[in-house]
């Protein structure tokens, strides 16, 4: 596959010689069979680095990936005060995808629902390993939520193993950071440079607890859930 076309509007990710700085990894693998990129879809290229398990926005591996605001929204109206970006990097093992995000009420570990956390503050990710333009759910989709008060209770829509997948959070001045460690098994593709897969991370507004009121995502405006043709996409690379 050709390179990803970075068109107007498209953001790249720099990541630094030897696999990014802060990666101890080495060198990235490269893709056997990379899926197509879609024509359209906001796109980002992120590096070969691993972050430590933190959810530590300082870290080297952060520095290097451009953040890109989550502005879409996907459901309701944000409340004042509240916005977010996400970046991401990925090794050998895991995609790592970071949210930070700017909310001048904070979050309460008390209003965490595990059981549906979209309706309480929570980050969400959806993936898709082939990249793919179906406008409905399939074997090659998931959505990973973790809420915010409780970053360890991991939440998978569909039948993926949720094996391994990591959740962080740590509370800044004016809001919080949440970052998500998914391995590549529960992705359900081999990673490599120049393979692209579908994802499009969210953050959600707690309300009332019972319905999703308010979510920020990153790809086309509407509802992004269920929808992977217009989620957005991200290009591994060095």
């Keep these: 596959m050709g390179a990803l076309a970075l068109a107007a509007g ?5 990541g630094g010689g030897g696999g990014g700085a802060g990666n101890s990894g080495g060198s ?26 933190a959810a530590n926005a300082a870290d080297p591996c952060w520095k290097n990936a451009i953040a ?44 965490a629902n595990t059981t549906t956390p979209w309706t309480s503050d929570a980050m969400e990710v959806y993936l898709s390993s082939t990249n793919s333009t179906n406008t409905a759910m399939g074997a090659n989709e998931t959505q990973i939520d973790i809420p915010i008060g409780q970053p360890s209770s ?23 950071d949440a970052m998500m460690a998914i391995p590549w098994s529960d992705i359900g593709t081999n990673p490599g440079v120049g393979q692209v897969i579908g994802m499009d991370p969210a953050e959600d507004v707690y309300s009332d607890g019972t319905t999703q009121n308010q979510a920020l995502a990153w790809g086309n405006p509407g509802s992004s859930e269920q929808n992977p043709s217009i989620w957005g996409q991200v290009k591994l690379v060095q």
């Design 154 to 176: 991991v939440w998978v829509y569909t039948g993926r193993n949720s094996a391994g997948v990591q959740g962080y959070v740590q509370k800044v001045s004016g809001g919080y």
């Design 28 to 53: 990235a693998p490269k893709a056997s069979n990379p899926n197509a990129a879609r024509s359209g879809a906001p796109a980002v290229s992120i590096h070969f680095c691993t972050p430590k398990p």
């Design 68 to 111: 890109t605001s989550l502005s879409n929204v996907m459901a309701g109206s944000m409340p004042s005060g509240f916005s977010a970006t996400f970046q991401a990097v990925w090794d050998s093992k895991n995609l790592y995808v970071l949210n930070q995000v700017k909310d001048s009420q904070g979050f309460s570990a008390s209003n």
């Design 10 to 14: 498209i953001l790249a990710a720099c």
